[in-house]
């Protein structure tokens, strides 16, 4: 899950706003990968937030926003409950029970749904900051682009390339997937979480953020924010 832009020449971005946009692009990611899945009742998954500057130089000296956008890496490491899974074991999945394929098909969808969330929170981050609107109809799916969210749904595409054999019908799941991914972001619960998980990133002095360690933040944000909540009472998906 790495964050990566589609380069616009025209745009300007302060470099500290897009640090701050980075932390709420994998801070989404992170809160996804634990909270949703935990939600969905499917294994925990070993991730880790990694933030650093990158030594590689410009790709093109008149990109204007190249120079913070190639010395800025972003990544979640891990975070996917299928990780490559043979296509020949989605061909012969008649041969599961029903519970199983359920199982997998709920992997599946998540992995695509904790993708699409970064990307989503980045753009919520930018939204709220500078007091426009934010929903569905404004920021939808090919907007996700503009918040580093490039490789992110290549990814998604490779996943709906295995996960559905007629082609005909990615749209179709796309959208379902993505509307999935803004509820989620959408609950105050999650974006408290998130909002605290960006915090933690923008304090932190070490490049490497483990897996325990933003569990411990997400779990404290819900906990003292939201003592009420519990993952029994799950939201609507």
């Known amino acids: 899950?790495?964050?990566?832009?589609?380069?616009?020449?025209?745009?300007?971005?302060?470099?500290?706003?897009?640090i701050r946009q980075i932390a709420f692009h994998e801070a989404g990611h992170a809160a996804a990968i634990y909270l949703y899945n935990k939600q969905k009742q499917l294994p925990p998954v070993f991730f880790q937030i990694t933030i650093k500057e990158s030594d590689r130089p410009k790709k093109n000296p008149l990109d204007?926003?190249?120079?913070?956008?190639?010395?800025?890496?972003?990544?979640?490491?891990?975070?996917?409950?299928?990780?490559?899974?043979?296509?020949?074991?989605?061909e012969s999945a008649h041969y599961f029970s029903g519970t199983e394929q359920d199982a997998y098909r709920t992997a599946f969808e998540a992995d695509m749904i904790n993708m699409l969330i970064g990307p989503l929170a980045e753009a919520k981050h930018v939204a709220l900051r500078d007091d426009e609107q934010f929903n569905a109809q404004l920021v939808n799916i090919n907007a996700l682009h503009y918040y580093g969210g490039?490789?992110?749904?290549?990814?998604?595409n490779e996943y709906l390339e295995v996960f559905i054999a007629t082609k005909s019908q990615h749209d179709k799941k796309m959208s379902e997937l993505f509307n999935k991914a803004f509820q989620f972001?959408?609950?105050?619960?999650?974006w408290k979480a998130i909002e605290c998980l960006a915090d933690y990133i923008l304090n932190n002095r070490e490049n490497t953020i483990g897996c325990e360690e933003a569990i411990a933040v997400l779990d404290e944000s819900i906990s003292e924010k939201f003592p009420a909540y519990s993952f029994a009472d799950k939201l609507s998906f």
Not at 1 to 18: A, E, G, P, S, W
Not at 150 to 156: A, C, I, P, R
Not at 185 to 190: A, D, F, L, Q
């Open 64 to 90: 204007t926003c190249s120079l913070s956008h190639d010395h800025i890496v972003a990544v979640v490491e891990g975070g996917r409950l299928i990780q490559s899974l043979p296509v020949a074991l989605i």
């Open 150 to 156: 490039t490789s992110d749904l290549e990814k998604v």
């Open 185 to 190: 972001i959408s609950s105050p619960v999650h």
């Open 1 to 18: 899950m790495k964050r990566n832009y589609q380069i616009d020449v025209t745009c300007h971005i302060n470099d500290q706003d897009l």
